[in-house]
């Protein structure tokens, strides 16, 4: 709001001194509260054009500001150029009465009406169990899509996959073994790069459950059997991981299709036109050295196997092809390396990368005192997904998973997770929640309810325009949140709105007040709980009534 607000105000002193911006004016909240509410830098921005010093435009423009000042308090000039507005309490006396008027949809907007948005996230080939890196991968995903979704975009979630390749005949191996093993050779050889887990045995005894020992001759058809058997059993494991976290995808793309529907070929081909596809040694190159990066790479292997590279550009291309107006990819740092061969690829074959937005994630690391964690206590094996789940639950791990920036590596802090104190940053936002239900709560047990038009003239009390202060910030923290991939931006405003509610609860009476103060605040605290369910609803954590 203070944005909207103040935009056409200073654009109209521009006006007056002959400039026309062109790009919107830059506010920010100032670091320091004492400098004001508001702060811009515009006068910095147009020393080189109006050709004089940065206090000096600060000075002009501020004097060419048409302010009313039953709203603004004061504007001054600070530092080399700063220029500091300092609002006055009617200002956000007024701000309260608006947003109680959008209701249950403050923080939301249309920003991305009429646009579309793909984000690809997960993406895990069902060879396993997921673990702790992939869920940081789900929530990061999963949230930017909430993001999306909460500023108006139409989204579309996927998963990615595929269930063949060598991963999955080496899963297919991995079984096969174990199921021997159960059945009648304790010491059949495992092979040298099988997986280990725990779950392949698993499988494997649900393998001997239902088919008993019809497989034993392992043919190449019991083999596929094996590998059928175990990627149905892995996928819905890995759903059923997702469903704890309230996680959907909307479509499963497998990229055996991209074969099948001979996309893949389609490429090949059109790279053969361009000049950028050639043969050496037995395998098919593309010529990434004539699109601006340094080496050629290999699309397919001698033995007639694509590499990565290929299909990902296919992939895309067939995503781009359903015209999204932007798609998101979640990655984790390994895949770092493919980006641009992919995005180089797609640009010669007519299509524009800017509108595809990779975020390379870092990885997790288990702390607890300090100290890395490997082995679950519970299971005293390595962390899965669902044994983190299962120790500290949903809320926390939604919560942890994107509370950092996601180019950093993150460290889960256990014993911070298992805290049930504020100390614990998810159940010191859903306390605030609960905390106002339960004010609720009681007024409705006094019969008492929230007027319809309540006098918001009457909060002056500093914690009261403070937590309007809070209010303000959060739809813009939303927005920013979504436009600049960064799910920590929101997660930190809730917890700095959260803040300020305590600090406003334990200030102020509510119920106890004089009849329309009570209402004001009643009033207030009903838009606090909006942001805060609506905050917490995008970042995939539950906003509890009680606690």
């Not at 396993?128 to 899509?145: E, Q, V």
């Not at 190159?285 to 790479?297: E, I, P, V």
Request: hydrophobic residues 40%; proline residues 3%; glycine residues 6%.
């Amino acid at each position: 709001m203070i944005n909207e607000y103040l935009q056409p105000i200073f654009t109209n002193a521009l006006t007056k001194l002959g400039i026309t911006p062109d790009e919107p004016i830059v506010f920010e909240a100032p670091k320091i509260a004492e400098h004001g509410d508001a702060s811009t830098n515009i006068a910095m921005k147009l020393a080189k054009t109006m050709r004089d010093n940065p206090r000096n435009i600060a000075e002009k423009i501020i004097a060419n500001l048409e302010i009313d000042s039953h709203f603004i308090a004061a504007v001054e000039s600070a530092g080399a150029g700063f220029i500091n507005i300092r609002f006055a309490n009617a200002f956000f006396q007024n701000a309260i009465a608006e947003f109680a008027q959008i209701g249950e949809s403050f923080g939301k907007s249309n920003y991305g009406k009429g646009k579309s948005v793909n984000v690809e996230y997960v993406s895990v080939n069902p060879t396993g169990l997921l673990h702790l890196g992939h869920g940081r991968n789900a929530c990061i995903g999963d949230t930017i899509a909430n993001l999306y979704a909460a500023i108006g975009y139409d989204v579309t979630r996927e998963y990615y996959f595929n269930n063949a390749g060598n991963q999955m005949n080496i899963l297919a191996k991995s079984i096969y073994t174990r199921y021997r093993q159960q059945l009648d050779e304790p010491d059949y050889p495992f092979p040298e790069d099988g997986y280990h887990g725990d779950y392949v045995r698993e499988i494997a005894a649900g393998l001997v459950s239902e088919v008993g020992s019809s497989l034993i001759a392992g043919t190449p058809e019991d083999l596929t059997k094996c590998r059928k058997f175990g990627e149905e059993w892995c996928f819905a494991k890995i759903k059923q991981t997702l469903e704890r976290m309230n996680i959907h995808q909307d479509l499963y793309f497998n990229e055996d299709t991209l074969y099948s529907d001979g996309k893949i070929e389609q490429v090949i081909a059109d790279f053969r036109k361009l000049g950028l596809a050639y043969e050496k040694e037995s395998a098919l190159w593309l010529a990434f050295s004539q699109l601006g990066l340094k080496d050629d790479r290999v699309i397919v292997k001698s033995s007639g196997e694509p590499t990565y590279r290929l299909p990902d550009i296919a992939y895309h291309r067939e995503k781009f092809n359903r015209g999204y107006d932007l798609l998101v990819d979640v990655f984790g740092a390994d895949h770092i390396a493919t980006v641009p061969d992919v995005m180089a690829g797609l640009r010669a074959l007519g299509y524009e990368p800017d509108k595809v937005k990779v975020l390379i994630h870092q990885f997790v690391t288990l702390t607890e005192n300090g100290q890395q964690v490997k082995m679950s206590k519970r299971t005293g094996k390595n962390y899965t997904l669902d044994d983190l789940l299962d120790e500290v639950g949903e809320d926390v791990v939604r919560f942890f998973l994107i509370m950092r920036g996601i180019s950093t590596h993150m460290e889960f802090d256990l014993g911070l997770a298992r805290e049930q104190s504020d100390k614990n940053p998810v159940f010191y936002l859903q306390y605030a929640h609960a905390r106002i239900c339960s004010v609720f709560e009681n007024a409705k047990e006094k019969g008492i309810y929230v007027s319809d038009k309540p006098d918001y003239s009457l909060l002056n009390h500093d914690t009261e325009i403070n937590l309007i202060k809070s209010l303000n910030t959060f739809p813009d923290a939303v927005l920013a949140s979504a436009m600049k991939f960064e799910p920590q931006i929101l997660a930190e405003n809730l917890r700095q709105l959260a803040t300020d509610f305590h600090f406003f609860y334990h200030e102020c009476r509510i119920l106890q007040a004089e009849e329309e103060l009570m209402q004001a605040r009643l009033g207030l605290i009903r838009v606090v709980r909006f942001a805060l369910y609506n905050g917490l609803s995008i970042l995939g954590v539950k906003a509890p009534e009680r606690m």
